[in-house]
Every structure is written in structure tokens, then in C-alpha cells.
């Protein structure tokens, strides 16, 4: 079993920015694709970005491409998600998800793990 807990939520003002962890416990974290995915209120959740096992492959959605950055760390077990220059458009809940089934697995949602979430709010 791997549990993911993610941090870094808040509240911030258009134009600003925001770091987003998430922490897993196990040993087999480096062999997970890692996700972001996020969910606001009355709208379907929505992939964000995914990060290969190794960091090097990631993939983004448009709406936050050039904006976003996923980035892992295997020997502490944590992947981010710098996100700058945020948009009222981002205020969701944020989701870490984690599989072993492959990146293109991932991006489609069809994660093996997922974390509680963190709310990100972003004010105009």
C-alpha cells in the first residue's frame, strides 16, 4: 500500500504563486508515475500533470502548460507542483495520484493511488 498526503494549499492572489507537495510513504515510490490532478466545485476533475518515474518524461494540460511544473525527488519520497502565475480559473481542489500502470495510464486517470487533497483558492 502507498498513502499520499499532500500540502502547500492555500489561499493567494491572481498573478501569484504556490509549491504543492505531496509525500508518499513505501518503498517502491521511484517506481510510480506521479500525478497531479485537480477537482472545483461542480466541474469534473481534470488532469494537471504527470511526471515519469524517473522525472524524465512529463506532460502537462494546456491550461497550465508554461505555468506548472511537476518535479520529483525519489529519496524523500515527494513529488511537487510549482505553480506561478495562477488564475482565479485554478481555484480547485488538488489531487495527487500515483500508478504503476504508465504515464499515458496516469494522465487518463486510471491511478492506483490517490491522496486526500489540498485546496488551492486564488482571488482576483
Known amino acids: 500500500q502507498v498513502q499520499l498526503v499532500e500540502s502547500g494549499g492555500g489561499l493567494v492572489q491572481a498573478g501569484g504563486s504556490l509549491r504543492l507537495s505531496c509525500a508518499a510513504s513505501?518503498?517502491?515510490?521511484?517506481?510510480?508515475?506521479m500525478g497531479w490532478f485537480r477537482q472545483a466545485p461542480g466541474k469534473e476533475r481534470e488532469f494537471v500533470a504527470a511526471?515519469?518515474?524517473?522525472?524524465?518524461?512529463?506532460y502537462y494540460a494546456d491550461s497550465v502548460k508554461g505555468r506548472f511544473t511537476i518535479s520529483r525527488d525519489n529519496a524523500k519520497n515527494t513529488v511537487y507542483l510549482q505553480m506561478n502565475s495562477l488564475k482565479p480559473e485554478d481555484t480547485a481542489g488538488y489531487y495527487c495520484?500515483?500508478?504503476?500502470?504508465?504515464?499515458?495510464?496516469?494522465?487518463?486517470?486510471?491511478?492506483?493511488?490517490w491522496g486526500q487533497g489540498t485546496q488551492v483558492t486564488v482571488s482576483s
Open positions: 495520484a500515483g500508478g504503476r500502470a504508465g504515464i499515458g495510464a496516469v494522465v487518463a486517470g486510471r491511478a492506483d493511488y
Open positions: 513505501g518503498r517502491t515510490f521511484s517506481s510510480y508515475v
Open positions: 511526471i515519469s518515474w524517473n522525472g524524465g518524461t512529463t
